[in-house]
């Protein structure tokens, strides 16, 4: 009697742990994916699914910067693209333009752009290169590498492929040109327009600059560009205390993405009219901003002077201005100097030039400085430094690069409860082994330099 006793409530204890452990597989465990310590709530959504499956939730009352992730093994050098499936609902951020609802790489600044607001299902994609990485902690996130955000965000049918990296040194570059900016900033209404001078300065100036890149990195790299003019009103300008109002990728997405979607470019710069001999746009001295990214693309922008007819900025003259392309190529070698740092090179930074003994001339102004810069011709103590060349090679990862893809493995949903007993210890170990993990920051990254 006492056998069938102890049996029975043998089985009904492993009854009870059957339905504990189908519980928390069903709102609370996250499969191999770990949760970054913070006051919002992760759970598994039975409701909100996308292709029969589970979503994932991360809700918070609060601005925060709530993430879930998981570490695969990557290839060096090499292309990854990864996609899911994002709803929102009521997703608010203190910097638009940086945070909200996206994928990103923890410990850099590649993410998605940040979706807001309630929108319903829609896919997301990260394209990133591993550059010197064997391991890529890959993150779905409430929040950003700078801002923090508020609401509920979905996520489902994650994917991650490997793609085949473009050997092409040619980089293919746009300016877009926004015929019109129509802002209201602080109860004011700003309208301003690009004359045809404009236009006509910013086309000669990108051909310009494309000469020169190909003739200070000695034909390591060449450009393809073109000019795209934008007839819809910009309605948004972004700002930090540092620089003022400037045009963030957030602003133009609506804008220029199906360009960018048709065209896969490699750079892209923004040329707009903020003022007039009257005035403008408060901004902070600044005429080009860089290291900004849209996507994985290079992204910065071109500000006309307000009184261009007392300028010579941007204007060829033999006497006042032989190098008026400069402005691109600084913004352009921002993005170059961001690119190789993230492969681990070191190298003088771009705005050194003074502690190398380049300064601003007149007429050329640092022409001598980009040109020893892109050549790693720069005198050190140490032997010639510089732009390592293997930075030409480092264009941003397009779609084209997974025309020949492998799917990796990544989200792991158990096949059955031993499954997800199995994986529920595992990743108590995992946490146990490696406590740091909880408490991981991403590294802030500048996003903006200023000349």
């Not at 597989?25 to 191999?32: A, G, I, L, Q, T």
Request: with cysteine; glycine share 6%.
């Amino acid at each position: 009697m006492k056998k069938w006793i102890s049996r029975i409530i043998t089985l009904i204890l492993l009854i009870a742990m059957i339905v504990v452990l189908v519980t928390i597989y069903n709102k609370y465990y996250f499969n191999d994916f770990m949760k970054v310590k913070s006051n919002a709530a992760y759970y598994r959504d039975s409701k909100q699914k996308y292709n029969n499956k589970k979503s994932y939730v991360i809700e918070s009352q609060d601005y925060d910067n709530a993430l879930f992730f998981k570490e695969i093994k990557v290839e060096k050098d090499t292309p990854y693209k990864i996609t899911c499936m994002i709803k929102t609902e009521n997703v608010e951020s203190d910097k638009p333009d940086t945070s909200g609802a996206c994928i990103g790489i923890m410990g850099t600044a590649d993410q998605t752009l940040p979706i807001q607001g309630t929108n319903d299902w829609q896919k997301v994609t990260l394209l990133v290169d591993s550059k010197d990485k064997e391991n890529l902690n890959i993150a779905f996130r409430l929040g950003g590498y700078e801002g923090s955000s508020k609401g509920k965000v979905w996520f489902a049918d994650m994917h991650v492929e490997k793609g085949v990296k473009d050997p092409s040194i040619d980089w293919n570059v746009v300016c877009f040109l926004i015929d019109n900016v129509d802002v209201e900033l602080d109860g004011k209404q700003y309208n301003y327009s690009l004359t045809k001078e404009d236009k006509e300065l910013l086309e000669t100036n990108l051909q310009r600059y494309a000469n020169t890149c190909e003739i200070f990195s000695d034909k390591l790299m060449t450009v393809s560009y073109k000019t795209i003019e934008i007839q819809e009103p910009l309605t948004s300008l972004s700002y930090d205390e540092e620089n003022y109002y400037y045009v963030a990728p957030k602003d133009v997405e609506t804008l220029i993405d199906k360009y960018v979607k048709e065209n896969e470019f490699d750079h892209i710069f923004i040329g707009i009219r903020m003022g007039d001999k009257n005035g403008g746009i408060p901004v902070n001295e600044w005429i080009g901003l860089g290291s900004m990214r849209y996507d994985s693309i290079g992204f910065s922008d071109i500000r006309m002077p307000n009184d261009l007819a007392n300028s010579t900025m941007y204007k060829y003259n033999i006497k006042n201005d032989t190098f008026p392309e400069e402005v691109f190529v600084h913004e352009f070698l921002h993005s170059l100097e961001r690119n190789l740092a993230e492969k681990g090179y070191e190298f003088p930074a771009l705005h050194d030039n003074e502690k190398y003994g380049y300064k601003t001339q007149s007429v050329s102004g640092l022409r001598e400085w980009y040109k020893d810069y892109m050549m790693c011709n720069i005198p050190s103590k140490d032997g010639k430094t510089g732009l390592d060349p293997i930075v030409y090679e480092t264009k941003p990862v397009q779609m084209s690069d997974f025309d020949y893809s492998q799917e990796v493995e990544f989200e792991q949903e158990p096949h059955n409860i031993i499954d997800v007993a199995s994986q529920i210890i595992g990743n108590i170990k995992a946490v146990m082994a490696n406590n740091k993990e909880s408490e991981i920051e991403d590294s802030n990254f500048v996003t903006i330099t200023t000349d």
